[in-house]
């Protein structure tokens, strides 16, 4: 059946998500780094690092970081686990320049591939990798459980899935706060700094809409997944779901 949050597109009726969504981060690439930054005080760096000490005691050594953007968290993985290689996909081809600047400057570049890739229709070999890993993304997938078959199929045997994604607070004072700010204050921002009338008002609207806590694990358990957990985070403003093939 289909989610809530694969009707969320970014602008509207007219277009598939996954078209508007590569659309929309093309559009926010420039930005998007400061907005991180700016939108969660950058304690979204910290969500990264939990993740990644979460996967260290599997020392993967093939990696796929799928949607992974500007490439802040393929590059964090290559920095702390030192894996042997790592696969960076994402639909935006913008954003997949500056993460491959990045990792240049790093000294990276041998280290960490990144290419146009859709979580949807993943371009590799059954049990590629082990280890799969998606920061902020699953809310975009047009299709969630055709993703999480995918990231099952190219994952091998006993590998594990790591995703970190933005969820909303239980506690009825702390959601209050959070409505405001997530609602009112982050699109506004958005829109002066990034030029892009809806991309910041999609944001909420998918968090909102995406399937979180025991949801999500269905879901996870349902594509194959086994050992699925979800650990939350700074208040319930963000979740690491955990699975294992």
């Known amino acids: 059946m289909p989610y809530k949050s694969e009707k969320i597109l970014p602008y509207g009726e007219g277009g598939s998500k996954t078209g508007?969504?590569?659309?929309?981060?093309?559009?926010?690439a420039p930005a998007y780094d400061f907005m991180n930054r700016a939108m969660t005080f950058g304690i979204d760096r910290l969500w990264r690092r939990r993740a990644i000490n979460l996967l260290r005691k599997n020392s993967p050594k093939e990696i796929l970081d799928v949607a992974t953007g500007t490439g802040d968290f393929a590059i964090l993985l290559q920095e702390k686990l030192n894996p042997k290689h790592i696969m960076g996909i994402d639909l935006a081809k913008e954003m997949l320049a500056i993460a491959r600047e990045k990792a240049a400057k790093r000294g990276l570049r041998d280290k960490i591939t990144f290419q146009?890739?859709?979580c949807l229709n993943l371009c590799f070999d059954d049990?590629?990798?082990?280890a799969v890993t998606v920061a902020y993304g699953v809310?975009?997938?047009?299709?969630?459980?055709?993703?999480?078959?995918?990231?099952?199929?190219?994952l091998a045997p006993g590998?594990?899935?790591?995703?970190?994604?933005?969820?909303?607070?239980?506690?009825?004072?702390?959601?209050?706060?959070?409505?405001?700010?997530?609602?009112?204050?982050?699109?506004?921002?958005?829109?002066?700094?990034?030029?892009?009338?809806?991309?910041?008002s999609?944001?909420?609207?998918?968090?909102?809409?995406?399937?979180?806590?025991?949801?999500?694990?269905?879901?996870?358990?349902?594509a194959g997944f086994t050992d699925c957990r979800c650990i939350r985070l700074t208040f319930g403003v963000c979740s690491i779901y955990l699975g294992r093939k």
């Open 116 to 118: 146009i890739g859709d």
């Open 127 to 130: 049990g590629s990798f082990d």
């Open 139 to 154: 809310r975009n997938f047009e299709h969630l459980d055709w993703g999480y078959r995918e990231m099952y199929r190219v």
């Open 20 to 28: 508007q969504v590569r659309d929309m981060f093309n559009s926010i």
């Open 202 to 222: 999609y944001l909420p609207e998918s968090i909102a809409a995406v399937p979180q806590g025991d949801d999500m694990l269905a879901i996870m358990s349902h």
């Open 159 to 200: 590998g594990i899935l790591c995703v970190v994604e933005l969820s909303t607070p239980v506690n009825p004072f702390i959601k209050f706060l959070y409505n405001i700010y997530t609602k009112a204050l982050i699109p506004m921002v958005g829109r002066l700094i990034s030029h892009d009338r809806r991309a910041y």
